[in-house]
């Protein structure tokens, strides 16, 4: 699974081209966040595809018109700086971020949308946005 972002501009952010990607490919892309207006648009993506057929789909983006970053790594956490005050989980909109059992940080990457909430809370900066 990759996590993409897709940024529309004005010329192209009313055509249904997300739509029109699943239905060529028939692979499910999930939006994970959206902000879209009649100006522009940008959408933080999960796609369920690997090597060729990913490669594929983005070009397919890419020849619509609408530019493509792929988010390799969505946040790091300084896991020697954090200590596990929990200030980062109940701001974060995804559910990305919970205690663990033994109540030490548990961070699902999948989960993340990189809205950067969870930098701005941290009381001792153990997180960015690489």
Known sequence: MAKVKLI????????PILANVVLRTGVL?????????AQK???IVS????????KEIL?????????????????????ERCIACGACISPCPTGALKFKEDW???FEEDKCIG????????????????
């Not at 796609?47 to 990913?54: M, R, T, V, Y």
């Not at 983006?61 to 896991?79: H, S």
């Not at 950067?116 to 900066?125: A, E, F, W």
């Open 115 to 130: 809205c950067r909430i969870c930098v701005t809370t941290c009381p001792v900066k153990a997180i960015n946005i690489p």
């Open 8 to 15: 529309y501009s004005h010329r192209v952010v009313d055509k």
């Open 41 to 43: 648009g940008e959408l």
């Open 29 to 37: 892309i999930n939006i994970l966040e959206a902000k879209v207006n």
């Open 47 to 54: 796609i369920s595809a690997e090597g060729e057929k990913l």
């Open 59 to 79: 070009n397919l983006f890419r020849e619509e018109g609408v530019e493509v970053q792929e988010l390799a790594e969505t946040l790091r956490i300084d896991w």
């Open 104 to 106: 030490s940080l548990e």
